[in-house]
């Protein structure tokens, strides 16, 4: 009898899984990302945040899981067009209504500007949320830390009573392997999954680390992946060739 009791929950919580459409990322996340949580993805600039934010969302897309992109960095026409040289189209899913793009510029002292799209989430029935990115927000709340973190921890609490699975996107300035600075806002999140460029000799070399994901188990090393046709895909059974050369590596 323990034993069934004991397999059915062991179900439950795989089936309570969402996909990240990021080939090799759901197994260094062991299934995936648990199922309302809310994960923020950092790193430096042209380490393919948003690029694995609209695998993402496309994921749910691809499995009746309708999303919202909310950009306020890009225009609604640079997403599309960047999903599409990607390989990644996303207009047909828009038509379907299973995707839907908001362009939310940050306004400062506007409280409100992170809460606004709380309205479609519930009347769309939305599963997936990506923001892109929390950086514009923080700068518009400079220097009222408080405000800005209560706001961010404010939208976190709701798409986790909705059961929405939420991705933010993040800026870090990262230098070294064992010298990463955390900000504040790391904190809010279930997860964080950092995003980096390790040098190697002349060139650079994608990697990426699931800093911490709450309320469940995941792989701990740096692994490396490539951006190509179709995004980002991770290779979880490999080492980074720069970190094996090196003991120290250099990031970007």
Do not use: W
């Not at 919580?13 to 969402?18: E, M, P, S, Y």
């Not at 225009?75 to 207009?91: A, F, P, Q, W």
């Amino acid at each position: 009898m323990k034993k069934v009791i004991s397999k059915k929950r062991e179900e439950d919580f795989v089936q309570d899984r969402v996909k990240t459409g990021i080939p090799g990322m759901d197994e260094v996340l062991k299934g995936g990302l648990r199922r309302g949580s809310c994960v923020l993805i950092t790193g430096p600039p042209g380490t393919g945040k948003t690029i694995a934010s609209i695998q993402f969302i496309l994921e749910g897309a691809k499995n009746n899981e309708p999303g919202i992109y909310i950009t306020s960095e890009e225009s609604i026409e640079d997403i599309r067009n960047y999903s599409k040289s990607l390989g990644m189209d996303i207009t047909p899913y828009e038509k379907k209504g299973l995707i839907t793009l908001i362009e939310q510029p940050m306004m400062p002292k506007k409280l409100m500007s992170i809460a606004t799209p709380l309205e479609i989430i519930k009347s769309k029935k939305i599963k997936r949320v990506v923001l892109d990115s929390i950086t514009l927000f923080e700068y518009a709340y400079f220097p009222e830390e408080v405000s800005y973190r209560r706001e961010v921890l404010y939208f976190t609490r709701k798409m986790n009573e909705m059961g929405v699975t939420l991705i933010t996107i993040a800026e870090k300035s990262i230098k070294n392997i064992d010298e990463v600075e955390y900000k504040p806002e790391d904190f809010l999140f279930d997860g964080l999954i950092i995003l980096m460029k390790i040098r190697k000799d002349s060139s650079f070399e994608h990697c990426i680390q699931v800093s911490k994901m709450r309320g469940q188990d995941h792989l701990l090393d740096i692994f490396p992946f490539k951006i190509g046709t179709g995004g980002i895909e991770v290779f979880p059974k490999q080492l980074p060739f720069s970190l094996i050369e090196k003991n120290t590596a250099k990031f970007k």
